[in-house]
């Protein structure tokens, strides 16, 4: 039979370690000085840490499960934590996943010169990348169709697509725009008529800067046209972290 995978040779106790005192357990041939476990005699919420394990040799969490705040935080060898779960649920790092929808319609725009904020927006880490996808409900006349463009802060970058059909369509099916677009490009497809709603299934990466700030996605109309093109309820957006 094999043998352990983690065998414990020391273990100490330091009263004056923690907000109520550590034990420590350190890996064969290590010290209690960069221990491989800790464990904190008390985990009230809000005081302590009730769980750090260790890299080998180094003084720094690698994984930390407190009694407050933050349940669960990841961290890689320099301490710079990747991934963390809140009391609340809510994530941090690679992993997180955030969303909006619109829960009624938007007013609507009858101008193509200028990108109204549609409502649809999440607020990203900085200096991270995210995919985002959209799916975008409207309607509008064959005129006017619907532009779409972003609001993003200073340092994004990133490329994307709007998957809906082309602006020569008249009706529900058609060729659908593939175009590749950068973050600071506009696209345009195509509505059928003001009680038709039309899917636009749009899908992007989106790598932030150090500047914060919230990404939107914002619109307009093709072809200035009297009847409004009308972003639905229903329309959602959501972002996954990945790096």
């Known amino acids: 039979m094999p043998g352990p995978s983690l065998r414990i040779d020391a273990v100490s106790y330091d009263p004056n370690e923690g907000p109520a005192g550590w034990f420590t357990a350190a890996p064969r041939g290590g010290s209690t000085d960069h221990p491989a476990l800790g464990v904190s005699q008390d985990a009230t919420a809000g005081r302590g840490e009730a769980l750090r394990i260790f890299s080998r040799n180094t003084a720094v969490p690698v994984l930390t499960a407190r009694g407050g705040g933050v349940l669960l935080d990841l961290r890689n060898s320099a301490g710079t934590t990747v991934f963390a779960v809140g009391q609340d649920g809510g994530q941090t790092g690679i992993g997180r996943e955030l969303f909006d929808d619109l829960t009624g319609d938007h007013a609507g725009v009858v101008s ?3 990108l109204v904020h549609s409502g649809l927006a999440l607020t990203l880490d900085v200096s991270s990348t995210w995919l985002v996808e959209s799916m975008v409900v409207y309607t509008g006349v064959t005129t006017g169709d619907i532009k779409f463009g ?5 340092g994004a970058t990133g490329t994307w697509v709007p998957g809906g059909i082309t602006s020569a369509a008249s ?5 659908v725009s593939l175009g590749s677009k950068t973050l600071a490009e506009t696209a345009i497809v ?3 008529d003001a009680v038709t709603p039309l899917v636009a299934m749009i899908r992007g990466i989106v790598r932030m800067g150090v ?9 307009a109309q093709g072809t200035s046209d009297p009847t409004a093109t009308i972003m639905k309820a229903d329309s959602w957006f959501r972002a996954k972290r990945v790096a």
């Open 150 to 154: 972003w609001t993003v802060p200073a």
């Open 171 to 175: 009706g529900s099916t058609g060729a």
């Open 211 to 219: 500047t914060a700030g919230a990404v939107e996605l914002d619109y």
């Open 112 to 114: 193509s010169t200028v």
């Open 190 to 192: 195509g509505a059928v």
